[in-house]
C-alpha cells in the first residue's frame, strides 16, 4: 500500500541544469498535482492533471513542464533550474466520487546552487 | 481567485489546554475546507475535513467550525499532546477536480 511515492527525497541543482521530480501513485487516482512549499507561503500548486493525457497551470507553472501518459505517473520536469525554484516539492493525488481528500507523498526537497 | 489567510502563524500553548486556528476564504463558491498536520520531513495528511453544508464537525479532540456568512472556518484542538506539535494547514476548494487554495501554515509547539 505505497500510496504517493515520490523520487528523489533529496536533490542539489546547478544553475541551468534540467532534471525531473518523479511521481508515483497506485491509488487509481484520476486527480494529480504538484505544488511547491516556501516558508511562510503554503502550498502553491504549480500544475495539475484531471486525467492521463490532460494538464493544466495552477499559480506558479513557470519554468516546470508536466506531462501524464499514465494514471499512475505525473512527472515534473524543471528546464533549467534557477536559485528560485529551491524549494520542497509534494506531488498529490485525488481520489474520484465525493470525497476530496488530498493525498500528498513525502516530498522532495531541492537546491538549485 | 480564491485567497486563503491563516492566523496566527505560530502557537505555543502548554500540554492539556486548547489550540485554536483561523482561516478566511475570499471565494463563496468555494465548499470543501479540509484541515492537514505535517510533521517534520513529511507531506500534509488531512486530520479533518467540512463541507459547506455542515456548521461544525468532530473527531475526538479535533473540530472544525465553518461560518459561510462570514467566509471563515476554524480548527481547534483540545487537551493538546506534544505528538500535536506540526504545521498546520488550512485549505479552500471548489469540491472534487478542483484545486486546493492553502493558507500559509500555523507552526503548533505544545509545551509539556
Known amino acids: 500500500n505505497a500510496g504517493v511515492t515520490q523520487t528523489p527525497k533529496f536533490q542539489v541543482l546547478k544553475t541551468g541544469q534540467s532534471m525531473t521530480l518523479q511521481c508515483a501513485q497506485d491509488?487509481?487516482?484520476?486527480?494529480m498535482s504538484w505544488y511547491r512549499q516556501d516558508p511562510g507561503m503554503g502550498l502553491r500548486l504549480i500544475h495539475y492533471s484531471v486525467g492521463a493525457g490532460i494538464t493544466d497551470q495552477g499559480e506558479v507553472p513557470n519554468g516546470y513542464n508536466v506531462s501524464r501518459s499514465t494514471t499512475e505517473d505525473f512527472p515534473l520536469r524543471l528546464l533549467s533550474a534557477a536559485p528560485s525554484q529551491t524549494s520542497v516539492y509534494f506531488c498529490?493525488?485525488?481520489?474520484?466520487?465525493?470525497?476530496?481528500?488530498?493525498?500528498f507523498g513525502q516530498g522532495t526537497r531541492l537546491t538549485v546552487v | 481567485g480564491e485567497n486563503v489567510e491563516q492566523h496566527p502563524s505560530t502557537l505555543s500553548v502548554q500540554e492539556g489546554d486548547s489550540a485554536v486556528i483561523k482561516c478566511t476564504y475570499s471565494d463563496s463558491a468555494s465548499n470543501y475546507f479540509p484541515w492537514y498536520k505535517q510533521e517534520l520531513g513529511k507531506g500534509p495528511q488531512l486530520i479533518i475535513d467540512i463541507r459547506s453544508n455542515v456548521g461544525e464537525k468532530k473527531d475526538q479532540r479535533i473540530a472544525v467550525t465553518l461560518n459561510k456568512t462570514a467566509k471563515h472556518f476554524s480548527l481547534h484542538i483540545t487537551e493538546t499532546q506534544p505528538e500535536d506539535s506540526a504545521v498546520y494547514f488550512c485549505a479552500a476548494s471548489r469540491g472534487y477536480g478542483q484545486n486546493f487554495v492553502f493558507g500559509p501554515g500555523t507552526r503548533l509547539s505544545v509545551l509539556p
Open positions: 498529490a493525488s485525488t481520489p474520484p466520487g465525493g470525497n476530496t481528500e488530498a493525498f
Open positions: 491509488m487509481n487516482h484520476e486527480y
